[in-house]
């Protein structure tokens, strides 16, 4: 996908670099979850922000505010104050929209590019995992040099093998699973879906070559919940366009996927199982799902914050799989509350409603984009990532807003 043409060189490599950095913030092992690396973001787009003299809309400021408010009542109500993680809502927040508004439209084509060069990576180190001793001579020799700097204090959380560029995730080895550079199987699913997402928008079809590589590579993750939504955007996409032979393709992959669904245990089973073992274990997302939505009813309009109040007020001496969640949707419910939540998925659904408007591709598929969204949140916790706050702003880049302020 191109990039608008009018930036310089050098600007499309500072905006591919912090891009990328905040992907690998959000996913990649080695560098996520880095409170170093969002500091450094923050200061680096603030001051391209001025460099660039980039006008700060009234919507950054909307957000802010509801943010704030939210968690000052957490603060009053539940009285457990933690600074570095409440300032830390607002830096993320702050390089985040600046991100999103100094790549303006080229937002989406260099997500997708990314993607693109990340998924040919996979593919290649993916197909050559399948020679023996390939895997294990990068797991003896070449993966202990990329040991993290930027470990985290949760001890609970072992990050995977890796290089950076490839993660060398257990499932690579006992599953045939491919992990591209992102923590796991299911998480790189996620990205994909998104770069799926934003390229038929903005190219209006299926069937270029980076779609191509987009859908092989969600097919090598062998993820439950990428697997349903590449279903979802098959069906979106063949059900509306007029071509006979697209409703007839239709037909075929539904009758395609009914039959997979019923015979791969990775898809019927697993939701069964996980379903039946929801009042067990946390590791499941029926579970996760349950054990936050405990918490929510308890305080389903503040929610209860992201920091020493997160489990309901209750103090634990070590991480466990007690504390462990994985469901996106009721992770930000439980920290949060619905305000919030529904606020977010709403700007969910906008951002690609202007996108769709921009690329002037179909009135239906800003619809589509929020369930897949939604089911991919059901599956991992994603809400929480630095990429996906940049759904709260990204509708920008493609209306105009009335109120700007310029630095």
């Given at each position: 996908?191109?990039p608008?043409?009018?930036t310089?060189k050098v600007?499309?490599?500072?905006?591919y670099?912090?891009l990328?950095?905040l992907i690998?913030n959000?996913?990649?092992?080695f560098f996520?979850?880095?409170e170093?690396?969002q500091?450094f973001l923050?200061?680096?787009?603030?001051g391209?922000?001025?460099?660039?003299?980039?006008?700060?809309?009234?919507?950054f400021?909307?957000v802010?505010i509801?943010?704030?408010?939210v968690e000052?009542?957490?603060?009053?109500?539940?009285g457990?104050?933690n600074?570095k993680?409440?300032v830390?809502?607002?830096?993320?927040?702050?390089?985040?929209?600046f991100?999103v508004k100094?790549?303006d439209?080229n937002?989406v084509?260099y997500y997708v590019n990314?993607?693109?060069?990340l998924?040919i990576?996979g593919?290649?180190?993916?197909?050559?995992?399948?020679?023996?001793?390939?895997?294990?001579f990068?797991l003896?020799?070449i993966?202990p040099?990329?040991?993290?700097?930027?470990?985290g204090?949760?001890s609970f959380?072992?990050?995977?093998?890796?290089i950076?560029?490839?993660?060398?995730d257990?499932?690579?080895?006992?599953?045939?699973?491919?992990?591209?550079?992102?923590?796991?199987?299911g998480a790189?699913?996620v990205f994909l879906?998104?770069a799926l997402?934003?390229?038929?928008i903005?190219s209006?079809?299926i069937?270029?070559?980076?779609?191509i590589?987009?859908i092989?590579?969600?097919?090598?993750?062998?993820?439950t919940?990428g697997?349903?939504?590449?279903f979802?955007?098959?069906v979106?996409?063949?059900t509306f366009d007029?071509?006979?032979?697209?409703?007839?393709l239709m037909?075929?992959?539904?009758?395609?996927?009914?039959?997979?669904f019923?015979r791969l245990?990775?898809?019927k089973?697993?939701?069964?199982?996980?379903?039946?073992t929801a009042?067990?274990?946390t590791?499941?997302?029926?579970?996760?799902?349950?054990?936050d939505?405990?918490?929510f009813?308890?305080?389903p309009?503040?929610g209860?914050?992201?920091g020493?109040?997160r489990?309901?007020?209750k103090t634990?001496?070590?991480?466990s799989?007690?504390e462990?969640?994985?469901?996106?949707?009721?992770?930000?419910?439980?920290?949060?509350g619905?305000?919030i939540?529904?606020?977010?998925?709403?700007l969910?659904?906008?951002?690609?409603?202007?996108m769709?408007?921009?690329?002037?591709?179909?009135?239906?598929f800003?619809?589509i984009s929020?369930v897949?969204v939604?089911i991919?949140?059901?599956?991992?916790?994603?809400?929480?990532?630095p990429?996906f706050?940049?759904f709260?702003?990204?509708?920008?880049?493609f209306k105009?807003?009335?109120?700007q302020?310029?630095?």
């Amino acid at each position: 996908m191109k990039p608008d043409s009018t930036t310089s060189k050098v600007q499309r490599r500072i905006d591919y670099f912090i891009l990328l950095l905040l992907i690998a913030n959000s996913g990649f092992p080695f560098f996520s979850g880095s409170e170093f690396i969002q500091i450094f973001l923050f200061l680096f787009t603030l001051g391209l922000v001025v460099k660039r003299k980039v006008s700060i809309d009234q919507h950054f400021f909307i957000v802010i505010i509801i943010f704030l408010v939210v968690e000052i009542l957490q603060i009053a109500f539940y009285g457990m104050f933690n600074y570095k993680t409440f300032v830390g809502t607002y830096v993320k927040l702050s390089l985040i929209y600046f991100i999103v508004k100094l790549l303006d439209k080229n937002f989406v084509s260099y997500y997708v590019n990314i993607l693109y060069v990340l998924s040919i990576i996979g593919l290649f180190f993916y197909i050559f995992s399948f020679i023996p001793g390939f895997v294990n001579f990068f797991l003896s020799n070449i993966t202990p040099l990329f040991k993290s700097p930027f470990e985290g204090k949760i001890s609970f959380y072992e990050k995977a093998p890796n290089i950076i560029i490839y993660c060398f995730d257990s499932s690579l080895i006992s599953d045939f699973r491919n992990s591209g550079p992102f923590w796991e199987p299911g998480a790189f699913a996620v990205f994909l879906s998104i770069a799926l997402l934003f390229n038929i928008i903005s190219s209006g079809t299926i069937t270029n070559k980076q779609n191509i590589v987009f859908i092989v590579s969600i097919l090598t993750t062998i993820s439950t919940a990428g697997y349903i939504a590449l279903f979802l955007i098959f069906v979106g996409y063949y059900t509306f366009d007029k071509k006979i032979s697209s409703k007839l393709l239709m037909i075929i992959i539904v009758l395609l996927s009914v039959t997979l669904f019923s015979r791969l245990d990775f898809l019927k089973v697993k939701i069964f199982e996980d379903i039946a073992t929801a009042n067990e274990t946390t590791s499941s997302r029926f579970g996760s799902a349950l054990a936050d939505y405990q918490l929510f009813v308890k305080s389903p309009v503040i929610g209860w914050g992201r920091g020493d109040a997160r489990y309901g007020g209750k103090t634990f001496l070590k991480f466990s799989q007690e504390e462990h969640r994985n469901n996106g949707i009721f992770v930000l419910l439980a920290t949060y509350g619905i305000f919030i939540s529904l606020i977010y998925f709403y700007l969910i659904y906008k951002s690609f409603y202007y996108m769709v408007q921009n690329w002037e591709y179909g009135t239906w598929f800003p619809t589509i984009s929020l369930v897949i969204v939604l089911i991919l949140g059901f599956s991992q916790g994603i809400f929480s990532l630095p990429f996906f706050y940049s759904f709260l702003f990204l509708f920008l880049n493609f209306k105009k807003p009335r109120t700007q302020i310029s630095f």
